[in-house]
DNA sequence: GAGATAGTTAAGTAACTGCTTGACAGTTTG
DNA sequence: CAAACTGTCAAGCAGTTACTTAACTATCTC
């Protein structure tokens, strides 16, 4: 469980990652499509598809020679009710509670 | 901008770090107070506190000989946000509308 | 079946991570 | 002041990550 968001959150960190995973929201696309913007190599490419296949975050199926990948948005979903869980425990705690008024008060000032 | 979520979701991808992170939602607490349930030296928790720092996601004080860490949610919902918004991305695609749609059919078949 | 296309494997390298132990510094407390 | 407490610095080490280039395989297209 736990082993599974520290793969999702490592897969996340990394900018050319995060371009991938921005270009699948929209649709499968292929190897050769998600390295097109990314200013490397494509067995690098390769490597970072492999993390993100690792954690979960993404699926590929090979066609002939073209192997078309696409998003798999459940590892994502566990990653945000991660955080948002955490970020309402803090917005329940005393702390939270303190910081939102006064984040309340700032936000009428304006 | 970018940068900064490299950095927050790294700090995240270790199960050491997100067990802080779970102790600071509740309310400040002291590095000992941190080390306590982490199996490992006081040093290696210091570095672990400051990727948090260095990442935002914590502050620190130091009064007397007592560092005092809180949570810093700002970050953390900065994080949230890029996640949800592809996950709604994804389901506003093609692709993300017939997962859904599948999804509810076998739903309902519970 | 020759050549272009799409991807894969391997080998190697440079930098970064996550820890350790040991020594030390500043702050209370008796 | 001496001892205990809380944290910090430094050196060093093992393992991982993020690439590179070069060579190769498999699949289409003409």
């Given amino acids: 469980m736990n082993h599974s968001l520290d793969k999702t959150f490592a897969a996340l960190a990394d900018p050319a990652r995060r371009t991938m995973v921005e270009r699948l929201v929209i649709g499968p696309a292929t190897v050769s499509e998600l390295a097109l913007p990314l200013p490397m190599s494509l067995p690098a490419v390769m490597l970072h598809l492999k993390v993100l296949e690792d954690a979960g975050l993404v699926t590929s199926r090979k066609e002939g020679r073209v192997r078309t990948c696409r998003i798999e948005p459940e590892k994502l979903s566990l990653a945000e009710r991660w955080v948002s ?18 984040g309340a008060k700032t936000e009428k000032k304006k």
């Fill in 85 to 102: 869980a955490r970020r309402i425990m803090w917005e329940n705690s005393l702390d939270g509670l303190k910081a939102y008024l006064d």
